[in-house]
């Protein structure tokens, strides 16, 4: 009784090892640049809608977290910009700034982030601009942190100047 040869499956050529390879990279590369193509078109519809927004009488800038569902809000309403504690049941308001050139300012800040960040990115600015913006940056927050740490210190001074003051003995 004879057995069956076996065959044993050959390997696959060369020749068609890199052309599935080359089909890989090119669906990769293919779904990114959709995927990126269609992120900017969403972009662009959020812009729209953002303009829209503008027209809008009352506006949220911007709002920082400081604990689970405590965070503080900047409200745009009219000409004033109103400062809102929000915690878990309550808004108290802390704040109204009604100054026109820090209204003004605080717009500006509020503004830029991670939508202006992508639009750089996707309009290619130059990276001597974002250079000069980020040390603009840097120089205004060294300003104001080197601001509180003086008023810290001058605490810190009175605050001693009274504990060292001999007290009365009555």
Do not use: C
Request: aromatic share 6%.
């Amino acid at each position: 009784m004879a057995l069956p040869e076996t065959s044993s499956s050959p390997s696959p050529s060369i020749f068609s090892t890199f052309i599935r390879l080359v089909l890989a990279i090119a669906l990769t590369v293919g779904l990114i640049y959709v995927t990126i193509w269609g992120l900017k078109i969403v972009w662009e519809k959020r812009s729209l809608t953002n303009n829209v927004e503008e027209a809008k009488p009352i506006k949220i800038l911007t709002s920082t977290y400081l604990a689970p569902r405590k965070a503080i809000h900047l409200v745009e309403v009219g000409n004033r910009i109103l400062v809102l504690g929000v915690g878990n049941n309550e808004i108290t308001r802390l704040d109204v700034i009604t100054d026109a050139t820090e209204v003004q300012s605080i717009r500006q800040l509020t503004q830029t982030g991670f939508p202006n960040i992508l639009e750089r990115l996707i309009n290619r600015e130059s990276v001597e601009k974002t250079d000069e913006e980020t040390q603009q940056i840097i120089a205004k927050s060294n300003e104001t942190v080197s601001g509180y740490v003086e008023k810290l210190k001058r605490i810190s001074r009175k605050h001693r100047e009274v504990n060292d003051f001999p007290k009365d003995v009555s």
